[in-house]
């Protein structure tokens, strides 16, 4: 694992994350950070669910991918955000 594939995984986290919190309605209260891990996790769970249906690598962009991992960063986001919110 080299710092390019780190420094990637955050950048693609933090894409994915900040997608999914624009996504779901109403206003989250957790941070940036939280944010950006919520996507890194999202795009890893997202990557490997593909891996397993067999789409994780066609041609050109891997909408179906992409469209998982913004999924599950919605869930997750709605989740942290959630658990915040309870413990408040």
């Known amino acids: 694992m080299t710092i ?3 420094l990637g995984a955050i950048v693609i986290g ?3 994350g900040v997608i ?3 996504l779901l309605p109403g206003r989250q209260a957790i941070g940036l950070i939280l944010t950006i891990v919520v996507g890194i996790v999202a795009a890893l769970i997202g990557t490997a ?3 397993v249906l067999g789409v994780a690598t066609t041609d050109g962009i891997d909408w179906i991918e992409l469209v998982m991992q913004v999924a ?3 869930v997750g986001v709605g989740l942290v955000a959630g658990l ?3 413990r408040v």
Do not use: D, H
């Open 14 to 16: 933090a894409v994915i």
């Open 4 to 6: 390019e594939s780190i």
């Open 20 to 22: 999914g919190r624009l």
């Open 84 to 86: 915040k919110r309870s």
């Open 72 to 74: 599950l960063a919605v």
């Open 49 to 51: 669910i593909a891996q």
